[in-house]
């Protein structure tokens, strides 16, 4: 009996549950994001997806279409397909730089309010237009969806704790002591490259940290625990050499302290402890001398540069480092909410400490 009734409930489960062959749906797995200069549908938007061609061949289709509003947009693309679009596998969603610079905030309150869309569904800027992006054929490269997908999280292993997804962006937006950050692909020579770091005032995009800069924003913020540093040095006068350091982050501190006036100061300290992978001075490396004279420029020039980007983000009133979350750990909760926090950020102090170490002398010349 009991056997007859589960066949029973069994038959009934299976005729309700709604069919979806593989082979009628469309499973967009990126979509992108841009401005027009078409006042009555000013949102562009492209939708990509992978397809079976008639000779049985893996290829994608490429969907761009305007509309008043992304949700408007989203529902034009369904009429250029006979395939049922289904959104559950969207794994990237690119903006383009013009729209960004408008604010986020609507677009990502459009895509939470899919059910079908997950949290770690993972964002990143173009450096022009995200429609390029998408629709750039890469050689040997099926789908530019998976290309991004592993790129972003390439990019996550780098940097311990930041992760490029939609989570993570409203998570820092609404952290009244952090502002958010994403990684801006350009189309390079029928390619797509890794171009940076953009920065956020809140929702809006204002800047982009170039490769170069963005690799102390990281040091600076306790996320790359490891990495090489690929630079020429100034060893004597007139004479420059190249160096490459194998380094790893040994010791990473903020600290924020009360000045007179209520003002702030905030001093970063990191430390780290290096090999000498290749030298093409004409020292020898191996002399404890030399290696002190190039820990001195080495740990100078981080200093200098990363005082600089430490200035650029205070006049872009940016804070991607968190230093107001030390800021507000200081406060109490009245205090801080009466604080106008992006003009104490500017006037703020801060300092850049770096100490640096080579542990071995490894390979030269």
């Known amino acids: 009996m009991n056997k007859l009734f589960f066949i029973i409930i069994l038959f009934f489960l299976t005729g309700c549950a709604e069919q979806r062959i593989i082979d009628d749906l469309a499973l967009v797995n990126a979509v992108g994001y841009d401005l027009t200069d078409n006042e009555t ?59 960004a610079k408008e604010g986020m905030l609507p677009y990502l309150h459009s895509i939470v309010r899919d059910p079908s869309i997950g949290t770690r569904l993972k964002l ?70 890794y171009n940076g770091i953009g920065l956020f005032h809140e929702d809006k995009l204002v800047d982009v940290l170039k490769p170069s800069e963005a690799r102390y924003l990281f040091l600076f913020r306790e996320e790359m625990r490891q990495g090489n540093f690929v630079e020429q040095i100034d060893v004597g006068e007139k004479e420059k050499a190249s160096i490459m350091l194998s380094y790893e982050l040994k010791e990473h501190r903020i600290k924020v302290q009360s000045m007179e006036n209520n003002q702030k100061k905030a001093s970063i300290y990191i430390e780290l402890v290096g090999d000498v992978l290749e030298y093409s001075g004409k020292e020898e490396i191996s002399d404890p001398k030399i290696q002190k004279k190039i820990e001195n420029i080495i740990t100078k020039k981080i200093n200098q540069e990363g005082k600089e980007l430490i200035v650029k983000l205070q006049k872009l009133k940016v804070d991607p480092l968190g230093i107001n979350r ?20 500017q006037d703020m102090n801060i ?12 390979k030269w010349k």
Do not use: C
């Open 41 to 99: 549908n000013p949102i562009k938007l492209t939708g990509t997806f992978p397809i079976i061609t008639k000779d049985g061949k893996y290829d994608r289709k490429t969907i761009i279409v305007e509309g008043k509003t992304s949700k408007e947009a989203r529902e034009k693309v369904r009429v250029k397909t006979n395939l049922k679009l289904e959104s559950g596998q969207i794994r990237v969603s690119l903006f383009g730089q013009e729209l």
């Open 124 to 193: 990143a800027l173009a450096e022009d237009e995200a429609s390029d992006v998408l629709m750039l054929q890469i050689k040997s490269e099926g789908q530019n969806a998976t290309y991004l997908e592993q790129f972003l999280t390439k990019l996550n292993r780098e940097n311990l704790r930041t992760n490029y997804n939609i989570y993570q962006f409203l998570r820092d937006y609404y952290d009244d002591g952090i502002d958010p950050i994403l990684p801006v692909f350009k189309v390079e020579k029928n390619n797509i490259a």
């Open 326 to 345: 030390f800021v507000r750990n200081k406060m109490h909760y009245n205090e801080w909410k009466a604080l106008d926090k992006y003009q104490s950020y």
């Open 351 to 362: 300092d850049i400490e770096a100490n640096i170490i080579l542990n071995s002398s490894g």
